[in-house]
């Protein structure tokens, strides 16, 4: 039977469609194969390594590394003029993906035995190794899709579907690792945990080549490749990423969601561990958590067409709010209501995240855009790697910080997976503050710093001669 012949836009390019949506969903999930065993990071290393504020002291370590890689190898991307048979953003995706099929890995080597100072090496190298993968895959990555294309609603397309992609990429390690990685006891099995980061790093590759494959790259970025074009200046696109409000506002928005999801992942494991004593539901409960955002999904392209992506990700914002609020109701001796109180807020901030979640990524192209508005130059790798670099600066400092308030409050590591009812409860406060601030930066990033509602969007688009529809 006879294929069908591909539908050509006015300059050539195959018209944009589902095959595009889903392979940029599967970039993210390929990124989440790796990123979504961060989550895990700190329980390994604290129960199953012993290092306990060790940990929180190296983690913040590690981010000077992330401090000089994001931006670096942000400013090295966009500083490249070489010619690629595709795109150069796609070259950089498959290397990056070739390292993190061992990069992940390298973060839970598991040596519970060896000594402190041979345990902080292993770490500090793991980590490294992994970040730069990442960050390679990682970077290009989010600069890709305002090079897919220039519509608004596209790019609403592809931003909710690269949250389906997220989406899928934590189910897997977030609903069957828990059933694998603890024993009948709730402790930790720290071997496991390195093989099954050896698996989901293969998986994570296949992925990413599945959409490497199936990218088509629309809008142009008329990179001069004369002998003359002015040299690129690392340190003036980083005054023009302070400078630009929507690129600011979304990276604090998405440092905001960062901590209450990476801030908060050791004290929900505690919780469901020592609080409601069954570690292995606890996957399950925050999947369940996430239907709000796969029910939303399908509604972002329209809902931003009729609203704005300013608009709606700010309502999600008070969404997660209010849920925040009520994670603070505590029922007395845990009964069964506690459970659901705490199920049922977990939907409402979900709902919350799934809205701003959807849209996040578009609001970046949105930036970016914003960038050549203002400033004439694009910098897609330098306003990506920056807002990568923050964002990592979240999920560093933020569960760094909320171990050291955990080891404040009575938290023990080392082996001990059940705590003193007293340090759970407190946990189940600790979770509830994370979940409320991280709520309270996003609002402040979407709805106070980020500028490009939804008339000056249309605007901006206007002024750049793109024929977009709202």
Not at 67 to 90: E, M, Q, V, W
Not at 252 to 277: E, K, R
Request: net charge neutral; charged share 15%; proline share 3%.
């Amino acid at each position: 039977m006879a294929k069908k012949p591909v539908k050509l836009d006015a300059n050539g390019h195959r018209q944009f469609g589902l095959r595009d949506s889903v392979s940029y969903a599967a970039g993210d999930l390929g990124c989440n194969m790796s990123f979504a065993l961060k989550g895990t990071m700190s329980i390994f290393w604290t129960q199953f390594m012993g290092m306990d504020l060790w940990y929180a002291l190296l983690l913040i370590v590690v981010q000077v590394w992330d401090a000089i890689n994001d931006p670096l190898i942000g400013s090295i991307i966009d500083a490249d003029r070489r010619t690629y048979k595709r795109n150069k953003f796609l070259a950089y995706i498959w290397a990056g993906s070739l390292g993190l099929i061992v990069g992940g890995a390298c973060c839970f080597l598991p040596f519970p035995n060896a000594p402190t100072w041979a345990k902080a090496i292993i770490f500090i190298a793991g980590y490294v190794v992994w970040d730069a993968f990442y960050t390679v895959a990682n970077v290009p990555y989010g600069s890709l899709l305002s090079l897919i294309s220039d519509d608004v609603k596209d790019r609403a397309s592809l931003s909710a579907w690269r949250s389906v992609g997220s989406i899928f990429g934590n189910m897997l390690p977030m609903v069957i690792l828990p059933f694998i990685m603890y024993d009948e006891n709730d402790n930790l099995i720290g071997e496991r945990v390195f093989i099954a980061a050896l698996i989901m790093g293969v998986l994570g590759f296949i992925c990413f080549q599945f959409m490497i494959k199936n990218t088509e790259i629309r809008v142009e970025t008329n990179v001069n490749l004369n002998e003359e074009a002015p040299k690129f200046n690392v340190f003036k696109a980083f005054v023009n990423f302070l400078k630009n409000r929507p690129a600011v506002g979304a990276t604090v928005a998405a440092m905001g969601m960062f901590i209450g999801m990476q801030g908060a992942t050791t004290a929900v494991t505690v919780i469901f561990q020592s609080y409601y004593n069954n570690v292995k539901i606890s996957g399950i409960v925050q999947l369940f958590a996430m239907i709000p955002i796969v029910v939303f999904t399908p509604l972002a392209r329209k809902c931003v067409a009729k609203f704005g992506k300013k608009e709606l990700a700010t309502f999600g914002s008070i969404c997660s709010i209010i849920a925040g609020l009520g994670l603070f109701i505590v029922t007395p001796n845990n009964t069964k209501l506690d459970l659901t109180l705490y199920i049922v807020f977990q939907l409402i901030y979900s709902l919350g995240l799934g809205i701003y979640s959807t849209v996040s990524w578009a609001m970046m192209g949105d930036a970016i855009d914003y960038n050549e508005w203002k400033f004439g130059t694009r910098e897609e790798g330098t306003v990506y790697s920056l807002h990568s670099f923050f964002r990592k600066l979240a999920q560093g400092i933020g569960p760094s910080l909320v171990l050291v308030i955990m080891i404040a409050f009575g938290y023990v590591g080392a082996n001990e997976g059940n705590q003193a009812l007293e340090v759970a409860i407190n946990m189940r406060y600790i979770v509830a503050a994370t979940f409320l601030f991280s709520a309270i930066l996003q609002f402040i990033g979407l709805g106070l710093v980020y500028n490009l509602d939804k008339k000056t969007l249309a605007k901006m688009n206007a002024d750049l001669g793109r024929d977009v529809e709202e």
